[in-house]
């Protein structure tokens, strides 16, 4: 399933106090997309839900079923709660609790949570109405330090769903609507949607770099920040992802001296013979449209409606997340009417 669908349903289970599950290789985006997703919704009180991340990897079972000790009232041995458990116990308003990396967990501590997540409950003390539970994985075949998760625990999810890297949905969903990708990393997934992920089993036995959404931004980052060095690149997202990005990107800035000549002249610039060469120019003008500049967005749309209506769609679904004002534009809602079949959900 894709990332962005899977989130609307942790999003439903949220709301519903019931548990979940996410289960992909790494990097895809669960952890970001959790906390974002739960960020997003609103509570009875006008704000969002509380968040308590877990590691549990660094936990212990006792840490899920509290400390024993003696209760002075009863006469009674029992356990007492702490730290996560208690708060658990005692929330007063929407909580998630986001088990992150379960799999890395212990077997004991796994069942510890096991209770907790069907019965709401640990040693007769009742877990809060206000508590979901949102767990977020890699499974054994990723090389994760991750074991199977205990059946009993995947049994008691209302969902247990897969994530599959998509680069479509992760411009659509992410690196467009975020506005925190470079371009030229952006029009290269869009012609090459195969490097949105590179992870696989030589990934795995060698513990080499590997391109996934994660890594894909911390190049963005480098390359924001003018670090252009092919060795640097390769540490961050492999060798077969830089092997190919690295002559789309010295691409990229061939076609730049391109972008003057259409902001001046949008019925007359010249057009890249190559298919990469005009992802790549629709990724540098929709970073900088702007309706407000009226003689430039005429050239510009003048520009994309030269152009093959595919590549145009990328160009006015690009554009319309970078600066939302463009939507409002005639040329926006011309073009979308004559090609919704085409636009990358915006």
Not at 41 to 60: A, E, G, R, T, W
Not at 63 to 81: M, Q, R, V
Not at 180 to 203: G, Q
Not at 270 to 286: D, F, R, T
Request: net charge neutral.
């Amino acid at each position: 399933m894709k990332l962005s669908q899977a989130l609307q349903y942790v999003k439903k289970c949220i709301l519903s106090t019931r548990p979940i599950m996410l289960i992909s290789a790494p990097g895809l985006g669960k952890t970001q997309g959790i906390k974002a997703i739960t960020k997003s919704i609103i509570c009875f009180d006008n704000l969002p839900p509380d968040l308590m991340i877990c590691h549990p990897i660094v936990d212990s079972e006792i840490d899920y079923k509290g400390l024993p000790g003696f209760n002075k009232i009863t006469g009674l041995a029992e356990f007492f709660p702490y730290g996560k458990l208690r708060q658990m116990l005692e929330a007063k308003r929407p909580l998630v609790v986001f088990v992150d990396d379960f799999a890395q967990a212990s077997q004991s501590v796994q069942k510890a949570f096991m209770q907790l997540f069907d019965e709401r409950s640990i040693d007769g003390k009742k877990i809060s109405e206000f508590v979901t539970f949102v767990i977020a994985t890699n499974d054994a075949s990723h090389g994760a330090g991750a074991s199977n998760q205990l059946s009993p625990i995947v049994s008691r999810m209302r969902a247990s769903i897969t994530i599959e890297p998509d680069a479509g949905d992760w411009l659509s969903s992410f690196a467009l609507k975020d506005n925190n990708i470079v371009p030229e990393l952006c029009a290269f997934i869009k012609s090459n949607p195969e490097y949105i992920s590179t992870f696989d089993k030589d990934t795995v036995r060698s513990g080499k770099p590997f391109a996934c959404p994660r890594s894909i931004k911390f190049l963005s980052d480098w390359i924001e920040s003018n670090d252009i060095d092919q060795e640097l690149w390769v540490s961050c997202v492999g060798e077969k992802f830089i092997s190919k990005f690295w002559g789309f990107y010295s691409l990229y800035k061939t076609v730049a001296p391109i972008v003057p000549q259409v902001l001046s002249n949008g019925a007359n610039a010249q057009i890249p013979n190559s298919a990469n060469g005009v992802w790549s120019i629709c990724c540098a003008l929709a970073n900088i449209v702007n309706p407000a500049n009226v003689i430039q967005f005429e050239n510009i749309a003048l520009y994309t409606n030269r152009l093959d209506a595919e590549m145009a769609a990328f160009f006015w679904t690009f554009a319309a997340m970078r600066n939302p004002s463009v939507k409002n534009s005639t040329h926006y809602t011309s073009f979308v009417l004559a090609n919704s079949d085409l636009m990358i959900n915006s």
